[in-house]
């Protein structure tokens, strides 16, 4: 083992402050939404128990499409709300992304799946469903790789 990295050493820390631009990070999920680091910075006056240049952690209350720097709410609450339609802020954001997880622990119908995988194709996206857990983890690695990824949950 590395002199330089002891027990709990954060690994991703140093890849996700790469770069021009600062990458988000899905810290956890409840009921309610998704806890988000990355969207907003301590700055030179911190408030109580914040240090300068932290992340925050912002809770997003609801459904999300993460990009690499971005987050935003999406207006989506169950799988039947994914559609074609709902998926279209993907096709919009730039840097077009490479990949998109969809995150839902019930399965998307399959119908509406396919046609989503077969436009998204079209534009080289390849998009997966996986549960939540898996998607927020999957984006985060890829993210911390620099690669072009989006999720929605």
């Not at 911190?46 to 932290?54: F, N, Q, S």
């Not at 799988?79 to 339609?85: E, G, I, M, S, Y």
């Not at 989503?116 to 993210?143: H, P, S, W, Y």
Request: a negative charge; proline letters at 5%; hydrophobic letters at 40%.
């Amino acid at each position: 083992m590395s002199d330089g990295l002891t027990r709990g050493t954060d690994l991703l820390a140093d890849s996700l402050a790469h770069g021009p631009r600062r990458k988000i990070v899905l810290e956890s999920y409840a009921p309610s939404g998704v806890d988000v680091k990355g969207l907003i910075e301590v700055g030179d006056v911190p408030e109580e128990e914040d240090l300068t240049g932290e992340d925050k952690i912002v809770h997003m209350n609801g459904s999300i499409a993460a990009f690499p720097d971005a987050c935003f709410l999406w207006n989506v609450e169950t799988p039947q709300d994914v559609t074609l339609a709902s998926l279209s802020v993907v096709k919009l954001y730039r840097p077009t992304v490479e990949y998109l997880f969809i995150g839902c622990d019930k399965p998307l119908i399959p119908s509406e799946l396919d046609k989503i995988r077969k436009d998204f194709r079209k534009k080289d996206i390849v998009v997966e469903q996986m549960d939540i857990m898996n998607a927020m983890g999957t984006f985060n690695i890829l993210n911390g790789e620099d690669r072009r990824v989006a999720c929605v949950l």
